[in-house]
């Protein structure tokens, strides 16, 4: 099976100092404290399966409570891009939040294409919440041989 995304410990990492700090109100690394924006861009990512058939590579990302028009999805350079954002409610003055754990904010998640993926063939859909992608796979470029003429 081919691996199509690269991981990086050191940003998982950063992120996880950057919420331990958020939570507890810490100090940025600017100097500012944060007040109610709790979340930043890189807060969450939409969960994702990536499988593999014969024919293709495919991609379900959940994205509960958004609509296609939240979602853009990007190809280039041999890189697959979802991004999006997931509003949030604003309070008004006849509602009141209580409490709040779903994430809001911005995403991004970035995946390496293999090289034997027909970027033009990309197809999506969106329903139910859930982003499906559908990457077909190309045929292998034979090697072409070039006659050299010896002088």
């Known amino acids: 099976m081919t691996n199509i995304t690269r991981w990086n410990p050191v940003n998982e990492f950063e992120d996880l100092i950057n919420r331990y700090n958020r939570y507890f109100g810490l100090a ?13 861009r890189s807060d969450w990512s939409p969960a994702v399966d990536i499988k593999e058939t014969p024919e293709a590579f495919n991609i379900e990302a959940e994205l509960p409570g958004m609509s296609k028009d939240d979602v853009k999805v990007t190809v280039q350079d041999g ?14 003055n006849d509602k009141k939040h209580h409490r709040i754990e779903r994430v809001y904010g911005s995403f991004l998640r970035r995946f390496t294409l293999p090289e034997n993926v027909d970027e033009n063939s990309i197809r999506a859909s969106f329903k139910d919440g859930v982003l499906s992608l559908t990457l077909t796979k190309a045929e292998p470029a034979e090697p072409k041989a070039i006659e050299v003429d010896v002088q």
Do not use: A, C, M, Y
């Open 79 to 92: 890189v697959l891009s979802i991004q999006g954002e997931r509003k949030h409610e604003e309070e008004t």
């Open 28 to 40: 940025r690394g600017n100097g500012e404290r944060e007040g109610k924006d709790l979340f930043s």
